[in-house]
């Protein structure tokens, strides 16, 4: 379809029946999310975020150099050096069947995405973090930034297959079936397709503005809160499918509560466009 401009990417009729990739490619080139919403995300854009969000297939855990070259990317941002959000990543880098870089997020980012609720988020996220620890929930939360400043998301499920030792009583030692602290060991591709989280609750969902890259601030303004305020989305009906494929129809953005062109006011001059019959105006 091509690009579109900034002011047609703010209008959500102008979407109608464009597809995702095209739409994301408009927003690179505009100078991303922040761009065309400074203000937030509107209603009807949240409710389709995951039509942005294509999860991988496979991923492998890649060595120290391209690790090393990524997280130096990622830092350029200057956003992962707080006390809170040093943590936000765990340092573990993957690439997916399309060589995509997915960043492994520390097991504190992950606690909306298992067990049944968060109580107090600060107090969830430390404990989780500091004395669970990865091997001891049943997620893995990862990010991959994708230049607009946004991130597609995705949640994997982290098996108990390790018996550990934890300690002794008078009953004997004491094991527990625990997981991994990685998806796989290191470049040996692990296909993960069918341990990707799918419920609406759980899953993971495209970021208009990733932490990593534009801060804390603004990804809970862009997307915790709505989050918050709507869990329910439009999934695409293949979170596998390429970007190029998936497109907003008019009735995806009329059930997102967006203007369509069907819904859109039109003027003389589109009617006499639409009906030759109608008289020009002298």
């Given amino acids: ?166 300690g002794g009583s008078v009953f004997g030692l004491e094991y527990e079936m625990q997981g991994t602290t990685t998806i796989g060991a290191k470049n040996k591709g692990v296909l993960v397709i069918d341990r990707v989280e799918t419920k609406m609750e759980y899953q993971g969902s495209y970021n208009f503005a990733e932490t990593s890259v534009v801060g804390l601030d603004k990804h809970k303004k862009n997307d915790v809160e709505p989050h918050h305020h709507d869990a329910v989305y439009i999934d695409p009906p293949d979170r596998f499918e390429p970007l190029k494929d998936r497109f907003f129809f008019d009735y995806v953005i009329a059930r997102a509560g967006g203007e369509t062109k069907k819904a859109k006011v039109g003027t003389y001059q589109d009617d006499i466009r639409e009906d030759p019959v109608i008289p020009k105006r002298k």
Avoid at 37 to 50: A, E
Avoid at 76 to 95: E, M, P, W
Avoid at 134 to 147: A, S
């Fill in 1 to 166: 379809m091509g690009f579109l401009y900034v002011s047609e990417l703010q209008d959500s009729s102008e979407w109608v029946d464009q597809n995702a990739q095209d739409i994301l490619d408009s927003v690179k080139k505009a100078g991303g999310w922040k761009k065309i919403f400074p203000k937030g995300v509107p209603h009807w854009l949240h409710k389709v975020r995951n039509y942005f969000n294509l999860e991988p297939k496979t991923l492998r855990l890649v060595d120290k150099q391209p690790t090393d070259h990524a997280m130096h990317e990622i830092r350029k941002h200057g956003q992962i050096g707080g006390l809170i959000t040093r943590f936000a990543l765990s340092g573990d880098v993957y690439f997916d069947e399309d060589a995509e870089t997915w960043y492994q997020m520390g097991a504190g980012g992950s606690i909306y995405h298992w067990g049944g609720g968060v109580t107090w988020e600060p107090a969830d996220a430390f404990h989780t973090q500091f004395f669970r620890g990865q091997e001891g929930i049943p997620v893995f939360k990862l990010i991959c930034p994708d230049g607009t400043g946004g991130s597609k998301e995705t949640i994997i499920s982290n098996p108990k297959a390790r018996k550990v030792f934890v």
